[in-house]
């Protein structure tokens, strides 16, 4: 890649965060939190947009799109910003966070919302390339993408010394991230700078989870969600583009796969933000919540060493935070009114 093609915002190089409250909690020795919701436009899908945009501009390409759940198209649509790029973004109407939304239109994308969910979306922007090769492909089947997004891999094994982990929990949607963040761990194995591989395990929304289900089935072959509904906009995806693989990352890595309710997913995400001070928006939290479950199942020991990781910042959502928590309490523009409110008189 020339130096002249490549386009960054400086992503990467996010918080590998020690648990102090959760794992205490939990009764765990040793749990982190990769925080992605701190790379540049708040996802982790910057880590994939950086190669992503870089090499279709090596490649020729004036133009990009892709389908999103929203954090993509905020993605893209910052990278295309800054390198000069006509952007174009599929989202579900209606469907989107506020905050994506909000990104998408800062950076001057072209947002068309479809009357349908991510799976429709990501069916026509793939006819829409093949039929017009000069448009780019930005979604996570351009392989490029997962090469940026497996460096999460090596990061956290910097983190943690040049050695592995023994569970990674990660969030699942589409799926490219899972199998991007094995295939950043595995060639690590295989140029021996770690020794052992640690266990991926992917969570996926009740509502959502058809590749779930395929490995509780100990199936091969998933069975699409035709109607996907979970709070976690973010992994309302009903027929994932990568699930192969990461039925293959998981298998290779010794690893599982497992659903959360929504209930379960709030609930995390609420911990996580009052007893870490980590902020983030519903899909992040559901590794969190996976790793409740699963440590109560049995199928995570106490003495692991764990990272969760959290994909998304919670200011992507900020609507959610009513189902969260108390409303501001009203209150006078006067000393009195407020010490009273405080119990302090
Ligand atoms: N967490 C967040 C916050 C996401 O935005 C996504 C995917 C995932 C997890 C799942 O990652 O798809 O690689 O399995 N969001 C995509 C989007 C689909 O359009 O923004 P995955």
Redesign the pocket.
Known sequence: MSSQTRVSLGEGGTGLHKSEHLAGDLRLRALSIKCEGENPTG?F?DRGMTVGVSKVIEMGARMVVCA??????ASLAAYAARAGLKCVVLIPAGKIAQGKLAQAIAHGAIILEIEGN?DDAQRIIIELTEKNRSIALLN?INPFRLEGQKTLAFEVCDQMDFKSPDVVIV????????SAIWKGFDELRIVRVIEKTPRLIGIQAEGAAPIASAYKLKSTEIKNVNRPETVAT??R?GAPASWRKALRAVAESKGSMETVSDAEILQAQRDLARREGIFV?P??ASSIAGLRKLTHEGLIQRDEEIVCVT??HGLKDPEIVARLGEEPIKTKPDLDSIERVLGLR
Not at 68 to 73: L, M
């Open positions: 996802s899908k999103s759940t929203g954090n993509t198209s991510f996570s969030p699942v949607g589409n799926a490219g991230n899972i973010a992994i995806i928006e899909a992040a994909t998304g």
